[in-house]
């Protein structure tokens, strides 16, 4: 490798001895907090968890998994499982999408990119599509960024817009998007008294349109493709509001699973189809759930539904969802750029390296760990298995997903003696919890407890060390509260279900027999974050991190 070699050679760890198995298991979307009947992770049976807890409390802390700690604007921005996993992998802390964003939109630099200036092409006789979800959770996207957005296109030249919006409940409380699109359609009629024809154009429930990820179900994508280019939906409506309001009004509808909809004028024809020489921007800043759509938007040969007409735009997302793939090919905002990962250090400091998990989070432990980077850093050094996840169904239908199936994986891969890192996601206490099923994310909690026990089995046979920790809470409270912290009620007397992530800190917890003598978490590091933790991993590789990296979490006494 020549100089890459020896910039990336790590100085040893002057107490801690090399050549120990490390397991790093993440439980995705698990955190800590008060015990109630409304903390599944409290609830479920999670007795390899709970032994983790009540062991050595000098092996067991919080650390924190939101807002700046990972990069996001403020303290009130939870955290996410692709920044959390940048941040566990890069062992720095980088500006992040919403952020980003923020900044591009703030300077006005986003208008001047390469990326607006490519779409901004199509204003004088197309129109501008704008597609994403509109809500003001900050997990994909966020409201006030796509006003700022329409404010800025209206005012360099876009004279025709077209809104297609996806409604959240998950990331905000299920029944705010009529809210949301209340506030935006006064946007839009703002534009319009100012000459320029602005409407919303289509819509529909995000995880029934359009925001499928990781290629589980492209029929998703197809009925948002459906609706959005081809003006075509099971439902059509004169406006958006009297769209959400109907729909929501049918028995278990919900924000999430909204069905497609299109606005269409008093002819019945749809008002925003896209069509030849129009711009479309994606304004999701998070990447995983834009992807699937950004590859019908771009690729010439794409086979994987039929597009029926594939119009010939001038595309680009709201960042660059994939570094590796290049896609989109045109962005507005450039991403934050991760170099250095700790993965990339450690392959190239004889670290053989194996990755595991299923296919809603296998993304997390590959491409988000290493920076936003598809592919080997030293494929003979490298494994990773992506086990196929559940399709057509909601994860609270299956609610053990392919825990044990990561479980057994790794397992297999620490008996081995073929690597020296196995580091896994089990992403069950994340996506059951998402669904809002209470009594189903309990058994999820407990299914990913079994698999880090089945885990833990593996690196007591083998002599070797654990770090378990996670990316964001989640499961860990699963109700709405007031500010006193407690439960928020609906106009019925019903409890509030939250869906969403929290702001609650993650544990990280490390043991196992080659864990040397003396090792213990510092405590003068109480600010803690997950960025900290790739220093630690190091560590207990027998290596020192780089001086740019955050702090280490352990000391040797």
């Known amino acids: 490798m020549g100089s890459a070699e020896v910039s990336f050679k790590l100085a040893d760890h002057p107490k801690l001895p090399k050549g120990k198995v490390v397991a790093q298991i993440v439980l995705d979307g698990w955190g800590e907090a008060n015990p109630d009947q409304f903390n599944c992770i409290h609830v479920a049976q999670t007795p390899t968890m709970d032994s983790l807890k009540q062991g050595a409390p000098e092996k067991w802390r919080l650390v924190r998994a939101h807002g700046k700690a990972v990069g996001l604007p403020t303290e009130d921005d939870m955290g996410n499982s692709e920044v959390g996993h940048n941040a566990l992998g890069a062992g720095r802390i980088f500006a992040q999408g919403a952020k980003l964003v923020d900044i591009a939109l703030a300077s006005g630099k986003i208008f001047d990119g390469e990326g607006f200036q490519y779409i901004k092409e199509s204003f004088k006789d197309g129109t501008l599509h704008l597609i994403g979800l509109l809500s003001d959770g900050g997990v994909h ?19 025709r817009i077209r809104l297609h919006i996806l409604t959240d409940g998950r990331d905000v409380l299920d029944g705010s998007s009529v809210g949301f699109v209340e506030t935006i359609e006064n ?42 280019v081809l003006g075509e939906a099971p439902y059509k409506f004169k406006s958006a509001l009297e769209a959400v309001k109907t729909l929501r009004a049918e028995p278990k509808a919900n924000d999430q699973y909204l069905p497609p909809f299109v606005i269409v004028d008093d002819s019945g024809k749809a008002v925003g189809p896209v069509l030849d020489g129009d711009a479309v921007v994606t304004f999701n800043f998070r990447a995983d759930r834009m992807t699937m759509l950004a590859k019908a938007l771009e690729y010439d040969d794409f086979k994987d539904f039929d597009r029926v007409r594939f119009p010939k735009i001038r595309y680009a997302g709201m960042l660059q969802y994939d570094g590796e793939l290049k896609l989109p090919n045109k962005y507005l905002v450039s991403p934050p750029e991760i170099d250095r990962t700790s993965g990339e250090y450690l392959v190239h400091n004889g670290v053989r390296t194996f990755a595991c998990s299923e296919t809603v989070k296998f993304g997390h432990v590959t491409f988000f760990w290493n920076g936003n980077r598809s592919g080997y850093f030293k494929e003979d050094m490298e494994e990773y298995v992506e086990i196929p996840s559940d399709s057509g169904i909601t994860f609270n239908a299956q609610p053990l997903m392919k825990a044990l199936e990561i479980g057994e994986k790794a397992r297999d891969a620490i008996l081995s003696g073929k690597f020296d890192q196995v580091r896994v996601n089990i992403p069950n206490s994340d996506m059951v919890g998402h669904t809002g099923d209470i009594e189903a994310t309990v058994v999820a909690c407990k299914a990913a407890d079994q698999a880090v026990k089945m885990i833990i089995d593996a690196i007591e046979q083998v002599g070797g060390i654990y770090l378990v920790t996670a990316d964001h809470g ?51 590091v109480p600010e803690g974050g997950l960025a900290n933790v790739a220093a ?21 006494v």
């Open 141 to 159: 996207s966020r409201i006030d960024q796509v006003q700022l957005l329409l404010k800025g296109a209206s005012e360099r030249g876009a004279k």
């Open 187 to 228: 946007d839009l009629a703002q534009l319009r008294a100012n000459g320029v024809d602005a409407q919303i154009a289509s819509g529909g429930g995000r995880m029934y349109v359009t925001m499928d990820r990781y290629e589980n179900d492209w029929g998703v994508v197809k009925r948002g493709w459906d609706a959005q």
């Open 474 to 524: 989640n499961a860990e409270d699963m109700v709405k509260r007031n500010k006193k912290g407690e439960p928020l009620l609906d106009k019925n007397g019903n409890i509030q279900i939250l869906t969403s992530h929290t702001l609650q800190p993650v544990p990280v917890a490390i043991g196992g027999p080659g864990l040397a003598p003396g090792v213990r978490f510092r405590s003068d």
């Open 536 to 556: 630690t991993m190091m560590n207990l590789h027998g290596f020192v991190a780089p001086d740019d990296y955050e702090t280490t979490l352990i000391e040797v």
